[in-house]
């Protein structure tokens, strides 16, 4: 297996390719526990969380539609998650101001921010990780972290737009 890169297509040895692969099941592992553990400090479950997570991500509120595709959910389980979330004060329904027939799902920030504290020792963590590498040695993992989060994009969203 290679990669390939503007810079040309380097070879990637089995074991280095088991490494890395070991390295991301782990990192994805410990990032879903620890999802978790916000959640349940946050009172909702971890699909609740993780589905106000996409509504916060968005460039601008999206429809329970669209967090139904982007979660992989249905229609019907989405809109428990948004009723819920709705209640717990995290997001609200608004009217497309395009389209009043639509209703948006927006995420209310003033109720999001007392939750700051969670996740302060995750960038603080980040940060002194961060530290211990050059500013091009960052730029080099910046550009892995980049390319593997599109291509991890691309197979997740795969055929979501014909739906």
Do not use: W
Request: aromatic share 6%; hydrophobic share 35%.
């Amino acid at each position: 297996m290679s990669t390939e890169t503007e810079r040309g297509t380097y070879p990637v040895p089995p074991d280095e390719l088991q490494r890395f692969g070991n390295m991301g099941r782990e990192m994805s592992g410990l990032t879903v526990l620890a999802h978790s553990r916000i959640a349940d400090q946050m009172g909702v479950s971890a699909t609740d969380y993780k589905c106000l997570d996409i509504v916060m991500q968005g460039e601008s509120p999206l429809t329970a539609g669209q967090i139904a595709k982007m979660s992989g959910l249905s229609t019907g389980a989405v809109t428990g998650v948004i009723d819920r979330l709705e209640k717990r004060g995290f997001v609200r329904r608004v009217r497309d101001p395009h389209d009043r027939r639509k209703v948006l799902v927006e995420v209310t920030t003033k109720d999001i921010s007392r939750y700051d504290h969670l996740f302060a020792h995750l960038a603080a963590g980040m940060a002194e990780v961060l530290a211990r590498f050059s500013p091009d040695e960052r730029a080099v993992i910046e550009r892995y972290q980049r390319e593997i989060i599109d291509r991890f994009r691309k197979d997740a969203f795969s055929g979501l737009e014909r739906s």
